[in-house]
């Protein structure tokens, strides 16, 4: 072991050195980032360090200094891909630095700094703490950063595009220590809560949002035992991970009254083991990154072992090997303070260390001292059973480096949009209006875009200098200062945010809605008509307005209003000339001023199959009236059309044959009753119980289990049709009509043919409710209520949709014949994508591309059958507690890694996936399918499921594509979703090539996905490296 100090190796002062508080390696090893007192972070040679003692040594030795900070810096980490430099002070920032081509500035006159030898500039300065930032840690995949600090938060940043991810506030005072694991699962905070809290997380992609990450990076655990008496006195509480995953050695633990490390084991997060020998609080740990075995290599190898550090306010340094009781290195006084860092180089055999006297020094390791460092592919082997990530590959060929490059071009290409807009660093587009540009067209309401497709020639600047005259509250006028910028005269030089943000280039629309688009030149619309005066004095008018963008919209508004009434809904007050007035006293649509509520009249008289019938189902009672407005969204005038079911009520004293028919009736109505219209009327001899209707035809089920059909125009459409039972449930979809009866039999028919979809008629309902019973008992060793049918939907293709009060969600395959389970509460306890969108499907503001895939948006995907289903389960499985005993299996699993279930989480969400991907062909959703296939495409790339994505991209590309050769490597053909030329509305070339844009980076897939690049002419054979060469888009 050699020590080695070089003198010029410090934050030098004018009277004393400045005191050190951290320090980083780059990953290659060239270089060493240091963090002061003084406010700089300083990158230094390592080699010009470990040769110091030779005189004829004259290459650089500070390569940099970076003094951007106000100041003391605190913590200095390298990004693990080597590209950035971040560091945290008490300034409260976090800066985050980047190595630029070229050559560097020169020093400030009359500077004693020395000349910087490499060009390292900021790139982004990260405001989200409120106090001293403490510490730093980037994921081992530089997917996130985290920083600590002082006001007790943990902040989240993405590692590409550096937007706050999320704030986690669960630590209760100044936190002072992360680290992160090895295979990327989970990091850990140390705080002077005198807890180590674990959380665990999935690495977001590089275009990922706040919005996406609001159900990631999740409270694992809370370590506590080994704090309960820890001082409070530590700068640090620096605490770091195993190379292989297992253990976690946190700082500034103890042992009954002694100081210690504690080492807390993966999984069960026990901490049985103690390090004990430090005379005061240890404030850093540091595991070398190498795992070591006791042989060389080439001879029989036994158990490899860990290696960790530990320094602290004793001025102590011990080194520690995990088989041995004691350390076998232990330096005293290497230094006048306490050691306040600890770093290793990449090769795992030279530590560097800094103080708080202001000491830099390194301590180099002979070979076989520590023992002899195994390959790296060890490390990934260790960390496989934890579902670590795969080894990147080599580049096989030119198409192989082309598709890579435009697949990471495609998902850079929305970071770099959002972040130009946000940062205002010129990637905004040319077409875009922003604060102070005149527009082109006439004057447009706040929130319309202007209707122009070509930019106006700038104006004069002069005219945008004149000066403005304002009038100030007691009516003088005053001139309004302006802001000039020197730089830029032409334009506001302010960042431009996304509510500034204006419309796309050329034809393309921004991705942001109307409302947001704000020109604050102009009164701002979100003031009451009247203004100011009218919100402070309030509008002298009886009636009260709906809200809404212009006239037409408004009076939608007030239709659907009165369809609502219309429904029989009890309202609590009306619109009327005299205002908003109770609706008791209100002057309604009804006859004598009153709105009618529908009464119940009697229970129905059940069908004698009923009794014997295994499934039974809830009949409904007999009212007086039943109504079902129709939606008149495409009507342009004011009235709403109603159909009306009014049962005669049962008079005293009278028989049964007595009573009056039925009357069904189509009425016109409008918000005066002397102007509504009936359009048609007709007559039925048995009670309703139910009734629907849409723009095609109406239907009614009566309480003998008949059901009466109509046209529009009044027209009986058929015979009446008699089920089995009376029906429970009626619901119609275009010309689809869907009934469900009292003894579990389902019915749609195709009104417009008059044929079953079903061939047998009907099918029943009880394998839906067998099996969701048998789910919700087993294992509870007694009896259970069964579940009930909560809705029944159809969609445009006739499939009919049940959700069930448990929360599983099921659907009808005819061409199968067969019930499917499209969502349950096991989805939601298991998989990391449960009830999420991909929002990286998304078209962009930026860039002048566009793919026929770019109007797809979340919002238009979230309004679809499955996110229904699985936002019902939630509320059902998981809101209710009925979950419970799924959290508590799920939560034992993923804390035991070591029993077969390593790989868990990543299995479930993949199945998920799949899971999802099914339902969607089944009900025939063309944006769900399309989003689902690209989520789905992300994850097998990202897990390297080979096996699957091949299977997948056969199945995209169908039949005829490739010769068999004989060499198929047992690889099955994938399942090709019938033998048209379109799946699910989507045409098989245009999904298969977004499913290949996706996976293009996944180095070791790409001779699996090149010949199917070339066919579909993503890459140019013929083309050189260059941008030419790559057709991204469609």
Partial sequence: MRFTK???????????????????????????????????VRIWSTEAILNASDSAYTKPKQLASLSYHSGTVHSVRFSPNGKYLASGADDKIVCVYNLEPGAPAHTTFGSKEEQPVENWRIFRRLIGHDNDVQDLGWSHDSSILVSVGLDSKVVVWNGSTFEKLKTLSQHQSHVKGICFDPANKYFATASDDRSIKIYRFTSPPPNATAYDQTSNFTLETSVTAPFATSPLTTYFRRCSWS?????????????????????????????NINLIGHEGPVETCAFSPRLFSPRPQGEQQGATVTIVACAGQDRTLSVWNTTFPRPFVTTQELAAKSISDLAWSPDGETLFLTSLDGTIAAVVFERGELGYPVEAGENVKALAKFGAGRRVGIVEGADSLRLEEGSKAGELRGVEGRMGELMGDGHAQTGALVNGDAETAAAKPNGVAAETSTPAPPKDPA????????????????????LVSSSNTGEANLPRPQLQAAVGAGQHASDEPAGKILDLSKPYDGLPKGGIASLLLGNKRKYAEVEADNEEERKRGEKRVAAVQATGAVPIVHNTPDGLVPASTSAGSGEGGKVEVPEVLRPAVVSPSFSVSQVRLAVPMVRNVILRPLDTDHDKDEASIVFEARNSPPRPGARAQDREPTRITLTRRSTSPSQSQVLWQDFLPRPALLCTGNRHFWAVGCEDGSIHTWTPAGRRLTNAMVLESQPVMLDCRGWWLLVITAV??????????????????????????????????????????????????????????????????????????????????????????????????????????????????????????????????????????????????????????TEGFENFEATV???????????????????????????????????????????????????GMFEDDGDGDGVVEGVEWGDKDEIVGWPRETLLKEVVMVLGKHRDLQRVLVPYARFLGVVDAGGGGGEGGMVVDG
């Fill in 909 to 959: 969400s993949v199945a998920h996936l799949e899971n999802r991907l099914a339902a969607a062909h089944t009900l025939g959703a063309r944006e769900e399918f399309r989003v689902g296939l690209v989520m789905y495409a992300k994850r097998i790339g990202a897990e390297g499921l080979r096996g699957k994505v091949e299977e997948l991209l056969r199945g995209l590309m169908g039949e």
């Fill in 243 to 271: 190379p292989d995953g297992m253990h976690l050695a946190a700082a500034n633990a103890v042992n009954g009254p002694v100081s210690s490390v504690a080492i807390v084991q993966r999984g069960n997060w026990e901490s």
């Fill in 6 to 40: 070089p003198l010029w190796l410090h934050h030098a002062g004018e009277k004393k050195d400045h005191e050190v508080y951290s320090c980083h390696v780059s990953p290659d090893g060239t270089r060493l980032a240091t963090a002061a007192g003084d406010g700089h």
């Fill in 463 to 482: 005219e945008k200098l004149k000066q403005r005259v304002t009038i100030t509250k007691d009516g003088k006028k005053r001139i309004a200062p302006l």
């Fill in 744 to 897: 579990g039999g389902v019915h749609v028919w195709d009104m417009r043919g008059l044929k079953a979809k079903f061939g047998g008629g009907s099918v029943s309902l009880a394998p839906v409710l067998d099996a969701a019973s048998t789910s919700m008992s087993v294992g509870q060793g007694h009896l259970t209520a069964a579940p009930s049918l909560m809705f029944a939907r159809l969609n445009s293709q006739g499939v009919v949709v049940v959700g069930m009060s448990n929360g599983d969600g099921f659907c009808y395959n005819d061409s199968m014949g067969i019930w499917q389970r499209l969502s349950e509460g096991w989805w939601a306890v298991g998989s990391q994508y449960w009830n999420t969108s991909d929002t990286s499907t998304k078209p962009t503001t930026n860039g002048t591309t566009s793919t026929p895939l770019d109007g797809i948006h979340v919002e238009n995907v979230s309004a679809g059958l499955l996110p229904y289903l699985e936002r019902h389960t939630t509320s059902h499985a998981l809101l209710r507690g009925r979950s419970f005993f799924l959290q508590r299996l799920v939560k034992n699993i993923i804390s035991r890694p």
